[in-house]
């Protein structure tokens, strides 16, 4: 993935748009009119089924259920979401001209999801990402010419950046500023690009459009829960200045 030619970083809908019904065609689609592309999470089904989906359980009429206990057909009957919780491969192929980040959130997913992508022909517009450091290591291993990026969700997740050869990027999130402190963490994302490293930054409980335009100097893509909102701030001006580009320097 690269920049946009404007200079500004590429935006990604996190989920597509975090809400009610993220992780949807329909959160998607909306995402789309002011992001490059999405980001989405992978599951499998009890099946064989990569699906779209974040947790590995839901709640139904009061009952809680595990993907990997239900079939394709089950869950769609079963989910609140019901027939709009789609399968990985319906969305590339609906989607087939945007960007993608597929967050692998368990090692089952792995095969099927690199498989799904191959077989869609977006391995060039793909970059798989996850959080554990047993799935990022098990990604490299299999598909040693895809883009993996390591998620950073914790203090504990900083050392293992060093211990990963061949990563394309490191996934940090705003709300690291509390776990790091804001100048640190920006001396630490310049020191990762020095290195050759894409910096994607995504949201968890922060203010998008208060720590965005900070960071902004020292990041590749933005990962934003609103795309709508973030996308018109950038071309309202507002956000395509310095940032904090002195801190770390002299």
Known sequence: M????????????????????????????????YADGIEFDVRVTGDGKVVIHHDDTFWSNGSRYRLRDLSIAELKRLHPL???????????????????????????AVEGALK???????????????DDPGITKTLLRECPDCRVGFSVIGYPSVPWIARFRGLHSIHVPIDAVSYVGYRPLVVLLRALRKRGLRIYLWNYMMDELTWVPRFLPSVDVVI??????????????????RGDAHVGEG
Not at 116 to 130: D, H, L, N, P, Y
């Open 82 to 108: 019901g027939s709009m919780v789609p399968t990985m491969e319906r969305v590339l192929k609906e989607f087939s001209g945007a960007l993608f980040d597929v967050d692998v959130k368990e090692p089952e």
């Open 224 to 241: 934003s829960d609103d795309p709508a909102r973030l996308r018109k701030t950038f071309y309202a001006g507002g956000v395509s200045g």
């Open 2 to 33: 690269t920049t946009m030619n404007s200079g500004r970083p590429v935006i990604l809908g996190h989920r597509g748009f975090r809400g009610p019904i993220e992780n949807t065609p329909t959160a998607f689609r909306r995402a789309l009119r």
């Open 116 to 130: 799904i992508v191959e077989r869609q022909g977006a391995t060039e517009r793909a970059v798989f990402s996850a």
